[in-house]
């Protein structure tokens, strides 16, 4: 409803999930999480 109220969408906050989820994809298995967030 809040698209045809104010002609707006939740792309934005989809886009920031789906970057969430892929970085916890990539996070799987690894035990060094200092030099894992180095490398990103």
Do not use: G, H, P, Q
């Not at 698209?3 to 990539?26: G, L, M, P, Q, V």
């Amino acid at each position: 409803m809040n698209y045809f109220d104010n002609r707006s969408t939740n792309a934005s906050a989809e886009s920031f999930n789906a970057k969430i989820k892929a970085f916890r994809s990539k996070f799987r298995c690894v035990r060094n999480v200092a030099f894992f967030l180095f490398l990103s």
